[in-house]
């Protein structure tokens, strides 16, 4: 790295990226991405649902919530073993980590007994292991980490000013007490947000100073593209301009040079054009795999000869992994 790693961003500097001209703005996020990053180069997890809906929080963009009628059939917590067939056909796939989603506001003792089992089983198959669960108490962190998990999933979603508008049934703070916890217990730490769920620059740009000013940058930056799903409040959200969503991940990537920045849901409604616009704005990250946790996501085919036409190869794990 050449340039020391900044936590001290102001408002006022990083909404100056934001207006940067376009051309201008990525010229630098690609600067910055060579100067702390393998060029051409992508990481990619697969995701899986093993509890699905039913889940008491309000997030307004969310198919999950018991609150909206998605129409989403609900799930049980998923058997172990079918847990592991599925991460070992990602595998087979080209994935080198399985990110394991559960709908809870926060996991109960039990719930942790057997996440705790499908990690091992994750680990067994030499995949990076990535959860995420909702909040956690200190000691619940500690023994998923004993467990064997390197990544620890939980976004900050928005500013701290809008977070009202889209989650009533918890504050930002728990979040920032859960990510905390998640340090605390040694694990790697994946948090971003969304982009789309009318939120202004300004918010982006707030979002994006918290995640970078934390005392540590996630190793991992996930920018979502809101996937407006019918039955939710965020439903008819007009979509934003893809050139704002692609400002988001160049302003990311500069903000945080050394974290793998992933290009996150959203990229099934999305050009193959816009995505390789996202990956030389500094995106080196993608969920891989024909579903999100509850919504589509391009095939694998589709994605690998995306990759083939742009001449990009696989990582096998996040510059920083404590894991690899
Ligand atoms: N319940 C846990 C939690 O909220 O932390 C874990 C699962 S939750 C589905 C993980 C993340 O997915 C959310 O924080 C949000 O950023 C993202 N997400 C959920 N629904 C989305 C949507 N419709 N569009 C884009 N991102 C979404
Ligand atoms: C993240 O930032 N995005 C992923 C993952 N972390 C868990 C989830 C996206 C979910 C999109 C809506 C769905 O499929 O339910
Ligand atoms: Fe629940 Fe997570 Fe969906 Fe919020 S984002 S409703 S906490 S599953």
Redesign the pocket.
């Known amino acids: 790295m050449t340039a020391a790693t900044r936590h001290d961003w102001t408002l006022e500097e990083v909404e100056a990226l934001f207006a940067l001209p376009f051309q201008d703005l990525l010229f630098e996020a690609q600067r910055v991405h060579r100067e702390n990053q393998a060029p051409n180069t992508v990481q990619m997890s697969t995701l899986l649902s093993v509890k699905t809906g039913a889940?008491p929080e309000d997030?307004a963009?969310?198919?999950?919530s018991i609150r909206y009628d998605t129409g989403l059939e609900r799930e049980t917590l998923m058997a172990v073993a079918d847990v592991a067939a599925r991460a070992k056909a990602a595998r087979e796939a080209g994935a080198t980590r399985f990110c394991m989603?559960a709908?809870?506001r926060s996991p109960k003792k039990r719930d942790i007994e057997v996440m705790s089992a499908m990690i091992r089983e994750v680990k067994s198959l030499g995949m990076e292991s990535c959860a995420?669960?909702?909040m956690l108490t200190r000691e619940q962190a500690k023994e998923l980490r004993d467990a064997g998990l390197d990544y620890y999933?939980?976004?900050i979603?928005t500013s701290p000013e809008f977070y009202g508008e889209i989650i009533t049934t918890r504050e930002f703070q728990d979040r920032l007490d859960t990510l905390e916890a998640v340090r605390e217990a040694g694990m790697n730490v994946c948090c971003g947000?969304?982009v789309g769920m009318g939120e202004t620059v300004r918010d982006r740009a707030r979002m994006l100073q918290v995640l970078a000013n934390l005392e540590q940058h996630p190793e991992s930056v996930p920018i979502?593209q809101?996937?407006a799903?019918p039955g939710t409040p965020l439903a008819g959200q007009a979509p934003i301009d893809p050139f704002d969503f692609v400002r988001t991940i160049a302003v990311a990537r500069i903000l945080m040079p050394a974290s793998a920045v992933r290009l996150s849901?959203?990229r099934e409604q999305m050009s193959d054009e816009l995505q390789a616009l996202a990956f030389f704005a500094g995106a080196n990250s993608i969920f891989y795999g024909e579903k999100l946790?509850t919504?589509g996501n391009p095939d694998v085919e589709h994605d690998r000869a995306l990759l083939t036409r742009l001449g990009m190869r696989t990582a096998a794990g996040a510059p920083g992994a404590l894991h690899a």
């Open positions: 889940c997030c963009y969310c198919p999950q989603g709908a809870w995420t669960l909702g999933n939980h976004n979603d947000g969304i979502n809101l996937v799903v849901a959203g946790l919504t």
